[in-house]
């Protein structure tokens, strides 16, 4: 069974410009995280997709970040404009379980690394 | 809210001793799911196990074992007879119902041969 994809695995961009993410999480897999985990930390959730539908984007900065989830598969996160504080490894995790009590362990890929200079 | 406390920031032992890795957590939940994560070098996030709040067993799977204290709110991991290959970040997490996890900020473990 293949795992999540992600790419790319590295980006270097300069503040004030953008980047987007890309993530392909396990088939018939539901729901869909994405993670932002700096240096030396835990991964903190940005958003959780059920489906196409936003389950929880309380901690996402929309003044700068968007993602979403077409066809409730492959899902995007953009960044724009970047600042110095994005560098991080950004994390897509999928699970299985759906509904309540969604209680999956969560299967993450290998993170796309983000550099801000 | 959710919070989870990993006090241990770098713990380093030498292989074939035993060491257990310390998770605190805080929720207002009644109902909630405890988990612990292992990413090694390579940085890809590993499942190591779950628990549900209603059930304080004890786990144990071969020289893994997981002590949950409702009473302390702690969900401590003991590794037994370490390897040189358990060498990596550990990370306890805190689930909720809607299936949103709480992580902490790691334990970096190094065995040394």
């Known amino acids: 069974e293949a795992g999540v994809a992600q790419s790319p695995r590295y980006k270097i961009i300069e503040k004030r410009q953008s980047v987007a993410f890309w993530c392909n999480p396990i088939?018939?897999?539901?729901?869909l995280y994405w993670y932002q985990q700096i240096l030396g930390q835990g991964p903190k959730l940005l958003i959780q997709?059920?489906?196409?539908?936003?389950?929880?984007d309380s901690q996402l900065p929309k003044d700068r970040f968007s993602a979403e989830r077409l066809k409730g598969v492959d899902s995007t996160l953009k960044i724009q404009p970047a600042k110095l504080e994005d560098s991080a490894v950004y994390l897509c995790?999928?699970?299985?379980?759906?509904?309540?009590?969604?209680?999956?362990?969560?299967?993450f890929g290998e993170g796309s690394r983000l550099t801000v200079l | 809210a959710q919070k989870v406390t990993q006090a241990q920031t770098e713990i380093s032992v030498v292989e074939k001793e035993d060491v257990t890795l310390d998770c605190v957590y805080e929720?207002?939940?009644?109902?909630?799911?405890l988990f612990w994560y292992k990413q090694p070098p390579s940085g890809e996030l590993v499942f190591l196990i779950r628990?549900?709040?209603?059930?304080?067993q004890n786990e144990i799977s071969g020289r893994y074992s997981w002590n949950f204290q409702k009473s302390t709110s702690s969900f401590n991991f003991t590794i037994t007879a370490s390897q040189v290959v358990d060498s990596a970040v550990y990370f306890c997490?805190?689930?909720?119902?809607?299936?949103?996890?709480?992580f902490g900020d790691g334990t970096t473990l190094t065995v040394k041969p």
């Open positions: 995790a999928s699970s299985l379980a759906s509904g309540r009590p969604n209680t999956g362990e969560l299967f």
């Open positions: 088939s018939g897999h539901a729901t």
């Open positions: 997709f059920q489906n196409n539908g936003v389950v929880d």
């Open positions: 929720t207002r939940d009644t109902t909630y799911y």
């Open positions: 628990r549900n709040s209603f059930d304080e």
């Open positions: 997490a805190q689930g909720t119902n809607a299936g949103k996890s709480t």
